[in-house]
């Protein structure tokens, strides 16, 4: 199946049987992690997927995947533009050719955020009509579907009408994402009224407000929401710039971090710490990273997953099955649809 | 002893003796739970303290306390600016205007957070040579001191220039309300290179790396931190525009809420629920905002202390103790010494 896939046409519009392509040199726990992610994927999923990266190192891991070969790494501390300008011969580079090139349905990774953001946005090129790709991240709700913020770190200055198309983009996730059909659009800002905020906010909101703002992304404006509403099942998708979505998003990241461990020592000190640890598993398991799949690049022109640079190998099956389920709902051309010009 | 205090000098530094003002008629559990708090603090710390209200509402609640008359009051939801300009017999007013007069060495109030700004500010005045009062917060960090993260709000949109200001001043309040000898600030940004983050946050990185930038203050620039240190040791101050600070709070707080919630959930479902719960409680405490004692307002002429708006009793017992320890540490002449420009 990947055989056909790698000599596929290279026509723009994905096929089904394309392989998800799996940055296999990307991440913390790279290579070993991805790997077993990529053949847990294929073997458990039923998704085709083929991973890129330097042969030698793959030869004795990958096991029946194909290889897309790479020769050059993109580090984790790596300066995102200049590494993408330079090393064109890297795993994330040539993940997002292959996507380009009608070799693979997506591309996945763990590595270098920017330098991600960089090879889809210059490889796979924006959608017509989008002004700045934004990463959208789902934040887990406790018993019910995640919230999705963006721009979660892609753009660290923004301007009014990028938060619209945000918001527009958002929906559109929400709703091939998690099945929401009209996505509650909340815009973060520090009290409800429309006249708080930064001046940011505040010309957003105007945008926002406007009749059709969102019409065609079919979601609803609920007016200004704060950051206690990211973890409740009050907003479905939390527009807001990239500076104040990444520190937000890691806040939170840091906070369960700290809360976690703090619970684990105090109950571990006790006679019952087996059984309410064991107790707390299912909690844990739904905020862990690793179980939502990962974020993902709207705005570029094909469908590229971002996964946590702890990773492991789960994550990836994870991010495989997200990347695999947007190829299948077309969200490419649903975003094209809600933001587009043309 | 507050009779004499309310009739003593009007000479702007606050003696010892002279009561902290308390706001009796702001927060989400006014009257009733401020005036028990209020109460309980003068007789369990021995700190005068003068109820500021409606005489009225408070003659068969303020037990032995003094109180300073106002007719007014600015509920949570009043737009600061227009209240404050409008309301001038508000309790929070009023309570400002005690401190500039001499008739009390601190205000303390849970009520509307921005007429508490606007109340000081206009009342009491800036200190010579902060460009902008910042609303100082401390950050619960288990099994350490907690962290100060400011701006939490006082200023939506900030210059670089005053984020160096906020910087000094949370040094110095780390000193006096934490014992921390020479603390270590960090600007909150998306990565901890200084090339990483907005435009303001590049910009401050250049100020605050500047030798001598915070020499006065007595601390040391870390350069950027992220939004996940602000729960960890690693980090004393936390420097960041009103906005981005605010965001950051409200994120943590409802992260928590969410995941404590969660957890006593999970565990309520166990036969080891009471034990579990149980060794939790001193986590619980250590993280409940009312232990923290309140935000502190830098940069004002005077001691003014902002209580969460879901004070109890015991958050306003905790806010006299700060209030009085800040008076009796004269950090709004340490501020003056870090920051002034006289």
Redesign the interface.
Known sequence: MSDSAVAGPTADVPRPGLPVAVDAMGGDHAPDAIVEGARRAAAELGVPVVLVGRPDVLASIRGDLDVIEASQVIAMDDDPGASVRTMKDSSLVRAAEAVRDGKASAMVSAGNTGATMASALLRMGRIKGVARPAIATPIP???STPTVLLDA?AN??CQPAWLVQFAQMGAVFARERYGIDEPRVGL???GEEPT????L?KATHALLAEPGALGRSGARFLGNV???????ADVDVVV?????G??????????????????VD??G????AD??IE??M??YGA?DPDTTGGAMLLGVDGVCIISHGSSSATAIVNAVRVAADMVAAGVVDRLRAAVGTG
């Not at 807001?240 to 104040?244: E, K, P, R, S, V």
């Open positions: 709700v406790p018993g770190g660290a200055e973060l800002s520090i708080k905020g930064n001046d906010v704060e950051g206690r509403d990211l973890m409740t807001t710039d990239g500076f104040t990444n520190v937000a998003l890691k806040t939170l990241e840091g906070g369960m971090r700290a809360l976690v461990r703090s619970v105090a109950l000190a006790t006679s019952v059984e309410a107790a707390l299912p909690l905020l």
